[in-house]
């Protein structure tokens, strides 16, 4: 390349430099302080918050019965073989495992000889105190005492023998009983809900020392799991949301009926969910139960959602917004910081309405649509600071990055000139036969 052609070059962008330079000085006054840029949300954006979106906190939960039926294997017994399978449906009176009972068999045998034997010793026994009595009532006076003591001694040995065959008699029924009721079947209709396999887990990974448990078919309801970082947020007659994971629209509502307190799981996989910040948590979880006011359309083992009810899935005519958008300073003239037509921050006055103690709102009667974009009310806002609309639901004054991916602390023209760390020239500039270039110019 010729020097004249370098020179060239030098010169358009020593140029352009110097004329951006101009630009940001004169025609961009508000762009200069790195806290000039703000962030916005639309009201229509704001006003749907709280299903999903982190402004409410979510659990997860899974549908199981109202009631459930647990059988406890006998620790003296040995299972021979389980007849169910998890999730099979049964009837009430469905066998559901065998216990092995050859042993009891084995020991009924022994028992029988053994209560066999005591009952001849008490005849035996029986028959020699009759003996003695005879032989008493023949003998003189001066022996019948010694006969006496003799017959005293056998009839204490007879007592001890007689309890001792009712105690056999006792083992006995309890061998039968154990021989005849090998086979445990359910008490009630419903679905396989677990199978202890002795590692003390059933399938939804819960602790459960159960052999079987068997969950009634019928009316559901819903168990989920929260952690000490969001417990204080729920509570028993807390009303709820249940939200479906595959379909947003679909809904039930219910009360927390229950939460487990006495038996706390210490997990790393938190059951907590929230859209806009999900993690893993190592604090305990607790189980909590959500009695439901219906359950149509709910399949057992469905996996839901829950938040807390606090009106938000109410729909509410016209506009309404957060207590804490709006700045009460002057009770009587209240207002929020909005972006104007020139996406410049401006003070709003508005007119309120209705306050809706449990969700903490106003109702705007006057000053602001749906259409409009507000941020919160916080220290160092200024009119006329540059307002960018957030795409991640952020709001207040940028120090970073915009969330968008744009300039924070910039002025975008419509040229794509950005200004504040650096000047971009992003359209070619044609010199000496048609040569373009893109090049930044650090400041």
């Not at 200004?419 to 971009?424: A, E, F, P, Q, Y």
Request: hydrophobic letters at 35%; charged letters at 25%; a negative charge.
């Amino acid at each position: 390349m010729s020097k004249k052609k370098i020179g060239i070059i030098c010169t358009v962008i020593a140029a352009a430099v110097a004329l951006i330079i101009c630009l940001k000085i004169f025609a961009f006054p508000h762009a200069g302080s790195s806290d000039s840029v703000v962030y916005v949300n639309p009201v229509s954006r704001i006003m749907g918050l709280g299903s999903g979106n982190g402004m409410i906190n979510r659990f997860q939960g899974v549908v199981e019965s109202q009631e459930t039926w647990s059988v406890q294997q006998n620790p003296d017994k040995k299972v021979k073989e389980i007849l169910v399978s998890v999730g099979q449906e049964v009837s009430a009176g469905t066998p559901l495992f065998t216990y092995d009972t050859e042993q009891f068999q084995s020991d009924l045998a022994q028992a029988q000889i053994d209560l066999e034997r005591l009952q001849n010793e008490v005849t035996n026994m029986n028959a020699a105190i009759a003996e003695l009595e005879k032989q008493r009532d023949k003998a003189p006076a001066s022996d019948k005492a010694t006969y006496n003591l003799q017959i005293q001694e056998q009839q204490l040995q007879v007592k001890q023998k007689e309890f001792d065959v009712k105690s056999k008699q006792l083992e006995i029924d309890k061998l039968n009983e154990n021989i005849n009721n090998a086979t445990v079947s359910s008490e009630i209709a419903g679905v396989i809900k677990s199978i202890n396999s002795g590692n003390g887990t059933d399938v939804y990974g819960n602790s459960d020392d159960s052999f079987i448990t068997v969950m009634k078919t019928g009316q559901f309801r819903i168990k989920g799991k929260m952690n000490e970082q969001n417990m204080g947020s729920l509570s028993e007659g807390t009303a709820v949301i249940v939200h479906s994971r595959t379909d947003e629209a679909q809904t039930w509502k219910g009360t927390i009926s229950k939460i487990d307190w006495d038996n706390p799981e210490a997990n790393s996989s938190s059951m907590y969910y929230s859209s806009s910040d999900s993690g893993v948590s190592s604090s305990s979880n607790y189980s909590f139960y959500v009695e439901l006011e219906n359950s149509d359309g709910l399949k057992m083992g469905q996996h839901v959602y829950i938040e807390p009810d606090y009106g938000q899935s109410e729909v509410k005519e016209g506009v309404w917004l957060d207590e804490y958008l709006i700045d009460m300073s002057d009770p009587q003239n209240p207002f929020v910081w909005a972006a104007n037509e020139s996406e410049r921050l401006e003070k709003r006055l508005v007119k309120l309405g209705e306050h809706d103690d449990e969700l903490m709102q106003y109702q705007i009667l006057e000053g602001l649509s749906e259409e409009d974009a507000v941020t919160f009310p916080e220290e160092g806002l200024e009119e006329g600071m540059t307002t960018v609309i957030s795409g991640d639901g952020s709001m207040g004054q940028a120090v970073t990055e915009n969330p968008d991916g744009g300039a924070v602390d910039g002025t975008d023209t419509d040229n794509n000139v950005s200004v504040d760390d650096g000047i971009s020239i992003d359209e070619g500039i044609s010199v000496d036969g048609g040569m373009a270039f893109d090049s930044t110019v650090a400041r």
